[in-house]
């Protein structure tokens, strides 16, 4: 077996005509790249540097094929001649130390980088036809943070405020005044200084305004801004939530990454504000019961768009009544219970949802009274928020068979995104730590998988469409021969 022998090959021809860096190469144009990190580089000062087309397409190798580590992206693009092609680089010619790429991705190249990168892809889809924003797919995914879970501390964080706390504390003091109650003052601001020498404010209430508002969290020790995910029968572990949105041909439109704790509903307001800014021409957002809040519902339906969801199973007592007899009387602003008693309206609290409350004289010697309420007080308390009729409309389109077949589509769309980037490129695990810098693996993670899913959609119908029409028509003319 001669290992040693000395041969005049040329590099072109080594690189299959199917292989995919070949049709990456002739989808697009990658001297784009010196635009975005022109203001990076010096032009006068230190020794020449690596290009940077290769440094981005290093990167690009090691999300395409799902290599773990910079490391071994260096060491594989080394042995392999279609790598070596891809970056324009002969065989005999010394290829860029991992460090190299490490260090400019990790001190030069900038978040805003990354992302001009991911939208350069978006528009190169967009310019070849293939984007259909109408419907938009959105949805989050664990990926397991480079933490050990027993490395770990509880700590008391303040409680994040609601985007749309302010807007739900306006429409409830509307909705009490208006029903004669007392609107609620705002306990997150200090108490004014006294213009008497007494203050008649409750020490109740001065000690509610004085206290601060946190919740206990567990955070990792090696990464404190991972977060702890806990759901179902999944393994209690420390990650991070990439929710992202796709259109309904499986390109990644915008991804927003947090901790793992963070549930997908909070995450919204951001994926949803990105993608419909830049895509206004958005009809439809697709998302699973976890996104059937009446915020998203409100602030989806306000926009003059349809949010296509699943059924959410109501939050009742276990063994009571089902939740279907507590019928609300939207006329007599009211609700009947099973036995045809009616529940009049008590108030309404600060998470927006209005109070309707039994009378304990009926329900003391209710026939059905231990399949509603176990209040030692014999009152039941049926709630329903302010922004119910959003929640309905959305409950409206789920029977729509236009909106049923969007919703059929997840598991093509967005599932199909997820499942390929876990189980192809090898977005299961990050190797990385810090919020800034898996937001900056997952970008480039999905900009490398639009960018393999384009020109694989170019290389059909430049090679693969034509064959095929030309057989077809070739069999329509020869029938005898078919």
């Known amino acids: 077996m001669d290992r040693g022998v000395i041969e005049i090959v040329d590099t072109e021809s080594l690189v299959p005509k199917d292989h995919l860096l070949r049709k990456i190469d002739e989808t697009v144009d990658f001297n784009r790249l010196y635009e975005m990190v022109e203001p990076l580089y010096s032009e006068d000062n230190g020794r020449p540097s690596v290009d940077p087309v290769v440094l981005f397409k290093m990167v690009l190798i090691q999300h395409l094929y799902g290599l773990p580590s910079l490391r071994r992206t260096a060491d594989e693009i080394s042995a392999n001649i279609c790598y070596r092609w891809f970056l324009g680089y002969t065989l005999q010619e010394e290829t860029p130390h991992f460090s190299t790429v490490s260090y400019n991705f990790r001190h030069r190249f900038t978040a805003e980088t ?8 978006l528009e190169e889809v967009a310019e070849a036809g293939y984007l259909s924003p109408k419907a938009v797919f959105i949805d989050g995914t664990h990926i397991k943070a480079n933490a050990n879970t027993k490395k770990q501390i509880k700590e008391q964080v303040p409680v994040a ?7 739900l504390m306006e429409e409830v003091n509307a909705d009490r005044e208006a029903r004669g109650k007392k609107p609620f003052d705002d306990d997150d601001k200090p108490p004014k200084p006294p213009k008497k020498c007494r203050d008649n404010t409750s020490k109740k209430k001065l000690a509610r305004r004085k206290k601060e508002k946190t919740h206990t969290v567990t955070k990792s020790v090696t990464d404190p801004d991972c977060g702890l995910f806990v759901k179902g029968e999944h393994k209690r572990q420390f990650a991070y939530e990439a929710h992202t949105a796709c259109d309904s041909h499986g390109f990644v439109l915008e991804t927003v990454v947090t901790p793992g704790n963070v549930h997908d509903s909070v995450a919204f307001d951001e994926v949803y504000d990105k993608v419909t800014k830049t895509f206004p021409e958005t009809e439809t957002i697709v998302a699973d019961s976890a996104y059937k809040t009446p915020h998203i519902c409100k602030k989806v339906f306000d926009d003059g768009r349809v949010l296509s969801t699943a059924y959410k199973r109501p939050q009742t007592m276990k063994g009571g009544h ?8 939207e006329f007599y602003d009211c609700v009947i219970c099973p036995e045809y008693r009616i529940l009049k309206y008590a108030t309404t609290n600060r998470d927006g949802y209005r109070e309707y409350k039994s009378d304990p004289k009926i329900c003391t010697n209710c026939p059905s009274r231990e399949l509603c309420t176990h209040s030692k007080d014999c009152v039941k308390t ?3 928020h302010i922004w119910k009729h959003y929640e309905e409309l959305a409950d409206d389109a789920r029977y729509t068979p236009k909106y049923q077949d969007l919703y059929k589509q997840r598991k093509e769309t967005i599932e199909r995104v997820f499942a390929d980037a876990k189980e192809k490129h090898a977005m299961r695990y990050t190797q990385y730590r810090g919020l800034a810098q898996v937001t900056n693996w997952v970008k480039l993670k999905f900009a490398a998988m639009n960018l393999k899913k384009l020109a694989t959609r170019k290389w059909k119908e430049c090679f693969i469409y034509p064959l095929f029409r030309a057989v077809f028509l070739f069999l329509e003319r020869n029938p005898a021969v078919a």
């Open 114 to 121: 990354v992302d001009q990168v991911f939208a350069w892809i």
């Open 382 to 384: 049926v709630q329903r």
């Open 322 to 329: 089902e939740w279907w007899k507590y019928v609300y009387d």
């Open 161 to 167: 405020s609601k985007h749309y706390a302010k807007e």
